[in-house]
Every structure is written in C-alpha cells, then in structure tokens.
C-alpha cells in the first residue's frame, strides 16, 4: 500500500500566492470603486476562496492498495473509490493530447460508460505525481511501439 500525501511546501505557495492575489484585487477595486469597504471585502473573499481551496478541496490523499483500489481520502475520510482496472488513466484529457507544462491532473475514464472525470494533484510533490501516473499504468514508457500490419494497393 502507498500513499501519496499533499506536501506542505506547495501549501505555503498557494497560500502566499491568495494573499497576492488579495491585494491585487484589494488594489484594483479601490483604485474603480474609491471605497474602502468593497476593496476589503472584496479582497477577503478571494483570500478566503483560495484558502479554503489550498487546505479544503485541494487537501487530499491518494492510496494505493495491493488488491488494486484506488482510495482518495479527505481528512482521513474516504471520498472515492475507484478500482484500477475499470478505468483508463492518463495525465492528457480525452479532449486534446496536450497538456499545460503546470498542469497536474489525472484523468480516468470509465471502461464501461466512457464518462471522464479528474483529479486534481497540484499539492503533490512532482516526484509524487510522476510516480503515481506510473503506477496508475497512465506512462507507458520503455515499451515497445505497436505494429499495425498495412496492405497497399
């Protein structure tokens, strides 16, 4: 069994990056709107969201078990449970082959329905996230290419 853990480090970035953001905005809409008080609230609202964001929704971790589950838990409660094999995993969405150079998401497509659904690993470590898109099977790396036998006319 083994856990990938959000990291703290990458929390204290994100946390650094709303208060930012919250004078940004706190800047922005007094410089518009010349009152003090929909600057402020304003700006806590942002603050709050994006917090909330980094420490709430974004705070999880994701086991994998010997029996091939994939667990994804939220303070120690377990949100979802997927098992392995009834899904495609990628880091690309079904929608483009391309991904953002920041982007650290993994996308699972159910076998049987074809819905596609994600999840957000951003508060992983890059090593972590590497390492479990290779154990989801999502990195085929080292393998060799397939060969579609053509016939020409």
């Known amino acids: 069994m083994k ?3 959000s990291k703290w480090s990458s929390k204290l970035f ?6 930012c953001a919250g004078f940004f905005i706190f800047k922005l809409c007094a410089k ?3 009152s003090l008080l929909i600057s402020s609230i304003a700006a806590v609202a942002v603050i709050g969201w994006l917090i909330y964001k980094t420490y709430v929704t974004d705070n999880i971790s994701i086991i994998l078990t010997e029996d091939k589950k994939f667990l994804i838990k939220r303070f120690n409660n377990i ?10 995993w990628s880091e690309y969405s079904k929608y483009s082959n391309t991904k953002d150079a920041d982007d650290q998401d993994i996308y699972y ?6 819905e596609q659904d994600s999840i957000d690993c951003t508060n992983f470590s890059g090593d972590d996230y590497e390492e479990l ?3 989801l099977g999502a990195k ?7 060969k579609v036998a053509t016939t020409k006319k």
């Open 3 to 5: 856990e990938y853990k």
């Open 14 to 19: 994100w946390t650094l990056c709303a208060f």
């Open 32 to 34: 518009f709107t010349h």
């Open 79 to 88: 949100i979802k449970s997927l098992d392995i094999d009834n899904y495609f």
């Open 109 to 114: 497509i159910n076998k049987e329905t074809g």
């Open 133 to 135: 898109l290779t154990a």
């Open 140 to 146: 085929n790396q080292n393998q060799e290419p397939v």
